[in-house]
């Protein structure tokens, strides 16, 4: 008697994610005014910096999102004043932005649902 096959079904696998993180970015899309630059740079913030306070936007970071995401620098920043008009981020005093706490619910609410949806996709894959 041979073990069991413990690999996954790739193609299984890779359908199952599709289908969990499809609907999610969808929805991010139209939050973002369907603006792919604008969710793309916001999705760097959070996948880099959650919560944590941002240089303004004349500092590096707008550089630093430039070379992560390949949008041109100038738009990095007319995008970051976009996000922060949005309710996404604000600034302090000394212009440092942070993600807002309404920013902050929502990140952690899409992330919450991606991965609830990633679990159940592969728990469909292993059964």
Same mark, same amino acid.
Do not use: C, W
């Given at each position: 008697? #041979? &073990?069991?096959?413990?690999?996954?079904?790739?193609? +299984? %696998?890779?359908?199952?994610?599709?289908?969990?993180? *499809?609907?999610?970015?969808?929805?991010?899309?139209?939050?973002?005014?369907?603006?792919?630059a604008l969710a793309l740079l916001l999705g760097e913030l959070g996948r880099t910096n959650a919560g944590q306070?941002?240089? #303004? &936007?004349?500092?590096?970071?707008?550089?630093?999102? +430039? %070379?992560?995401?390949?949008?041109?620098?100038?738009? *990095?920043?007319?995008?970051?004043v976009k996000l922060k008009r949005m309710g996404w981020l604000e600034a302090d005093k000394s212009g440092r932005l942070t993600l807002t706490p309404w920013g902050r619910e929502q990140w952690a609410d899409i992330n919450r649902r991606f991965w609830a949806r990633a679990r159940q996709a592969l728990a469909r894959v292993e059964s």
């Open positions: 008697m #041979s &073990p069991p096959d413990s690999r996954l079904d790739l193609a +299984s %696998l890779s359908q199952q994610l599709s289908e969990a993180s *499809v609907p999610l970015l969808r929805e991010f899309y139209r939050l973002m005014q369907h603006d792919l306070r941002l240089p #303004s &936007p004349n500092h590096n970071q707008s550089h630093d999102l +430039s %070379l992560a995401t390949g949008i041109p620098r100038p738009t *990095v920043r007319r995008k970051l």
